[in-house]
């Protein structure tokens, strides 16, 4: 039996309780998300080489955090709002199916990256987007998910944050006045209509891209495209500068990032690390990953 772990509290507990019972081979423990590591880390002692944790990149980021080194397999379940991770290894979306990937599946090894040590499997940023994500968690309750990110971006559009960053990259310090810094595990298009999208194949590495100039209406539609695909909204252009790198500083004044879409705080400076197959994930049996 392969342990599933579900939180109780999540809106979506009864569904991805139901499509686990209906396919059958888990051992379904409800576990809120607090203690979600600790259960990981307890299960993996108890010799599980495979573990299931339905949630989002943010709750899928915690639990690969405490399979580091392990050796051991997660399988998903994509209950979040995005699911970033599970969509680049084309894990179905239905939880019946991902269900069945998790007993089927085979373990492909998945990049990460760290920032003082804290684990993100997709998307970091620094600046704008999170008063973006602050704002519309506090309207998201009324207006629900998508609503409340059209309001947080105009919100933003009208009073814009800025903030002053030095960003060091392969030992050359940059100065910049930014409303935001993203960072993407991985190489990220930069070209329409992929816009934004992991690269297949690509390079591997941190993807740091910061805004250099103050331009509400770039960074309205940088804070809504990543409100709907993490980095989306990345271009070349003459407003932003972009870096592939295995390692970046990052000194801002704010102690809070953004981390897989969930804010946390992190004491400056900023280490960011990139990890290469730092985790082993279960996706489909023909999932190609170049």
């Known amino acids: 039996m392969i342990p599933a772990f579900v939180n109780p509290l999540a809106g979506n507990a009864g569904p991805a309780r139901a499509a686990l019972s209906a396919v059958g081979g888990f051992e379904i423990r409800e576990v809120p998300a607090d203690t979600l590591a600790a259960s990981v ?27 580091a080194g ?40 998945v990049d990460a990256a760290v920032v003082n040590d804290r684990l993100f499997l997709n998307t970091s940023s620094v600046g704008a987007y999170v008063a973006f994500v602050r704002a519309r968690e506090r309207l998201e309750h009324r207006l629900g998910y998508h609503v409340a990110s059209v309001v947080a971006g105009l919100r933003l559009l009208v009073r814009m944050p800025l903030f002053r960053v030095s960003v060091q990259v392969e030992g050359v ?54 409100a709907a695909r993490g980095l989306d909204a990345v271009a070349h252009t003459p407003a932003m500068d ?34 290469p197959g730092h985790l082993r994930v279960v996706a489909p049996v023909d999932t190609t990953r170049e």
């Open 173 to 226: 310090a940059r100065e910049y006045l930014t409303p935001l810094v993203f960072l993407g595990v991985g190489e990220r298009e930069l070209q329409l209509p992929t816009l934004g999208a992991r690269v297949r194949g690509g390079k591997t590495g941190l993807h740091v891209m910061v805004v250099r100039r103050r331009s509400g209406a770039r960074a309205l539609a940088l804070g809504l495209a990543a």
């Open 242 to 275: 972009s870096f592939l790198v295995d390692a970046c500083r990052i000194e801002p004044r704010t102690s809070t990032v953004s981390l897989d879409g969930e804010l946390v705080r992190v004491r400056a400076p900023l280490e960011y690390r990139h990890v």
């Open 70 to 109: 392990s050796g051991a397999e997660l399988a998903i379940l994509p209950c979040g709002t995005l699911n970033h991770l599970a969509k680049d290894l084309d894990i179905p979306l239905d939880l019946e199916l991902a269900a069945r990937v998790a007993i089927t599946g085979r373990a492909v090894p």
């Open 41 to 67: 880390r307890e299960a993996l002692e108890q010799g599980a080489k495979r573990v299931l944790v339905a949630g989002g990149d943010g709750t899928i980021g915690s639990a690969a955090a405490a399979m």
